[in-house]
C-alpha cells in the first residue's frame, strides 16, 4: 500500500520570526534614577492606605512630579482620609473644580517640608529647640512641631493641630508621616 498524503509540514519564514522575537526579548536594566522614582515618597503615599485620598488631591493638582523626580528630601504631613472626609463637603467639592486647582495645590504645599525628617530626628529637634520646632512649608506656611506625652504634634499657624500617626515611612527622596487633621489656610 502506497499513500499519496505526505506529512511533512513546512514553517513559513514569518513565524519563525515571530518565534525567534519572543524568544529573544532583551531584559531592560532599570537606571539609578527608575529606581530612585520607583521608591519615591509619592509611591510610598500611593501605596499606603491612609494617604490616597491625599495622593487623589496631588494628582488632581498637577503635583506628582515634585515628589516622585525631585530630588527633595521632603517630609510629608499627609493627612488621612478620616481627616480629609473631616473637611467640609462644600470644601471637599470646591477642590476638586478644575477653577480651583491652585487653592487645591497651596493647601497640599501646607503639608510639605523641605528635608528628611523622620520621628526620631524631629523628637531630636524638639527637645534641642525647647519643647518645639519651626517649619517652613514649601508653600510658606509656619509649622511648630512639639510633644504631646509619647505624640508628635504638628501646629499650623492657623492654630489646626495634628497629632502624628503612622510615620517613618521611607521613601527615596523623603519621609511621609500621616496626621490626623488637613491644614487650611483661613
Not at 534614577?33 to 494617604?51: C, F, G, I
Not at 504631646?148 to 499657624?157: C, E, L, M, Y
Request: hydrophobic residues 35%; proline residues 3%; aromatic residues 4%.
Amino acid at each position: 500500500l502506497f499513500s499519496c498524503k505526505q506529512d511533512v509540514k513546512e514553517t513559513s519564514t514569518s513565524e519563525a520570526i515571530k518565534t525567534d522575537t519572543l524568544v529573544k526579548k532583551e531584559r531592560v536594566t532599570p537606571t539609578q534614577e527608575d529606581k530612585d522614582r520607583a521608591n519615591s515618597v509619592l509611591t510610598k503615599l500611593m501605596v499606603t492606605p491612609e494617604s490616597k485620598k491625599f495622593t487623589n488631591y496631588l494628582v488632581t493638582a498637577q503635583m506628582t512630579d515634585d515628589l516622585m523626580k525631585k530630588k527633595g528630601p521632603y517630609t510629608v504631613f499627609a493627612p488621612s482620609a478620616e481627616a480629609l472626609d473631616g473637611l467640609s463637603e462644600e470644601t471637599r467639592q470646591d477642590f476638586m473644580k478644575p477653577e480651583n486647582k491652585e487653592a487645591l495645590a497651596t493647601m497640599l504645599r501646607q503639608h510639605i517640608v523641605e528635608g528628611g525628617l523622620d520621628s526620631a530626628t524631629l523628637v531630636q529637634k524638639i527637645r534641642e529647640n525647647n519643647g518645639s520646632l519651626a517649619l517652613t512649608t514649601i508653600g510658606g506656611t509656619q509649622l511648630t512641631a512639639s510633644r504631646s506625652g509619647s505624640d508628635i504634634v504638628i501646629t499650623h499657624s492657623n492654630g489646626t493641630k495634628a497629632i502624628v500617626g503612622k510615620s517613618d515611612i521611607q521613601g527615596s527622596n523623603g519621609v511621609l508621616h500621616i496626621v490626623d487633621a488637613a491644614f487650611i489656610q483661613n
